[in-house]
């Protein structure tokens, strides 16, 4: 038996960054909205953990366990005192390194997929919890829909949108990595008073719930 989960990329529609805090994170103010992009991360029955990825970028994916993956199994099978032995195979098409949280993505699906497999029937708070640990923008690769992040983009409150969104993404030659962006958003405003970050009061669309947009889904085969 096999467990496949369907998670889908996001968009930042706005995103402020207040200054570095004490523990090398920033303050964010982050409209995150799930599109119709999805990677499909399958666990399956294994002697261990094993991490495998195929689609466009692959070769960029690490395969041990710095993977998001990998680390999202090993959060879940120590909480619940078992051995994370599971394969993870990740099918791409979320673009590595393009802003979209690909990895997070991967992480969130993982997290899901491993815990229909072992039939651990965790709630939506210890999942929400593995995920802050994992990454600021695991959370929302868990909820999908459309959300605001705050605090480092993992505490999230879900916003109500309205209509249909049409995107073309462009992809750059080379990805971006995050710390470096980070970086020289903390090299550029050195000795500057950044301003606490504040979202638009203009929500994404109007009228109508967030309900339609991409959620992460699990199957079994």
Known sequence: MSVTVRVPAKVNVQLAVGGARPDGYHDLANVFLAVGLYDEVTAAPADALTVTCAGPGADQVPL????????????LAARHGIAPDVHLHIAKDIPVAGGMAGGSADGAGALLACDALWGLGSSR????AICAELGSDVPFSLVGGAALGTGRGEHLTELEVGGAFHWVFAM?????????????????????????????????????????????TPARS
């Open 125 to 128: 708070a210890e999942l929400l």
């Open 64 to 75: 041990d366990r710095t993977n998001l993956a990998a680390r999202a199994a090993e959060l």
């Open 172 to 216: 750059a030659d080379g990805g971006l990595s995050t710390p470096a962006v980070y970086g020289e958003f903390d090299r550029l405003n050195e000795g500057v008073a950044v301003p606490e970050p504040v979202a638009s009061p203009v929500g994404v669309g109007a009228g109508a719930p967030a309900a339609g947009l991409p959620f992460p």
